[in-house]
T-cell receptor, first 115, second 113 residues
Framework: AQSVAQPEDQVNVAEGNPLTVKCTYSVSGNPYLFWYVQYPNRGLQFLLKYITGDNLVKGSYGFEAEFNKSQTSFHLKKPSALVSDSALYFC?????????????FGQGTTLQVKP | EAQVTQNPRYLITVTGKKLTVTCSQNMNHEYMSWYRQDPGLGLRQIYYSMNVEVTDKGDVPEGYKVSRKEKRNFPLILESPSPNQTSLYFC????????????FGEGSRLTVL
């Protein structure tokens, strides 16, 4: 069975500092990994994904994520946080060995960037 | 404009009164899915559809029905809503399953009294 965990309910950083939002996963086969962001009263928006290839993935709004197979992690990072990055972030995983249409989301991490 | 449209956006109803939340996408995506979002639980998948006339259960299908009679529409039906179905619901669609990302609607906030 596939699962994903976001160990922090909230991450607080100061504007201009680097940020990391953590995600770990468990799948039987190889993972397809995604990050989404949700602003208040809005739907989720896609940030980036890892399917195969380079472990460092770059996405929208200056975000990037590093796939680490040995640690089964896919942490979201940004070198310099902005106040406008404050939002709810979700990690999601699909198992490439599964022939179902299931996509599993983590419980979400609230990012608070303070001026 | 490419989008996923859900209606209604907000609804307050009473226990047992059947309701349907509509979802329509204009991107010709084959894959569509419904999720519910609850505090502390993230998004949980209710049903998904890999193509027209093909639907399957997600992780929390109890109390819900879906249909996929045409590619663009994927309505969520609550035959007899109960208070534990009070939640924020999202419809999403995707191209290039399983590697394509999801496009989400704006959400439907449902309250069952």
């Amino acid at each position: 069975a596939q699962s994903v965990a976001q160990p922090e309910d909230q991450v607080n950083v100061a504007e201009g500092n680097p940020l990391t939002v953590k995600c770990t996963y468990s799948v039987s086969g190889n993972p397809y990994l995604f990050w989404y962001v949700q602003y208040p009263n809005r739907g989720l928006q896609f940030l980036l994904k890892y399917i195969t290839g380079d472990n460092l993935v770059k996405g929208s709004y200056g975000f990037e994520a590093e796939f680490n197979k040995s640690q089964t992690s896919f942490h979201l990072k940004k070198p310099s946080a902005l106040v406008s990055d404050s939002a709810l972030y979700f990690c999601a995983v699909r198992d490439d060995s599964s022939n179902t249409g299931k996509l599993i989301f983590g419980q979400g991490t609230t990012l608070q960037v303070k001026p | 404009e490419a989008q996923v449209t859900q209606n209604p956006r907000y609804l307050i109803t009473v226990t047992g009164k059947k309701l349907t939340v509509t979802c329509s996408q204009n991107m010709n995506h084959e894959y569509m899915s419904w999720y519910r979002q609850d505090p502390g639980l993230g998004l949980r998948q209710i049903y998904y559809s890999m193509n027209v006339e093909v639907t399957d259960k997600g992780d929390v299908p109890e109390g819900y029905k879906v249909s996929r009679k045409e590619k663009r529409n994927f309505p969520l039906i609550l035959e007899s809503p109960s208070p534990n179905q009070t939640s924020l619901y999202f419809c999403a669609s995707s191209f290039g399953w399983p590697t394509g990302e999801l496009f989400f609607g704006e959400g439907s906030r449902l309250t069952v009294l």
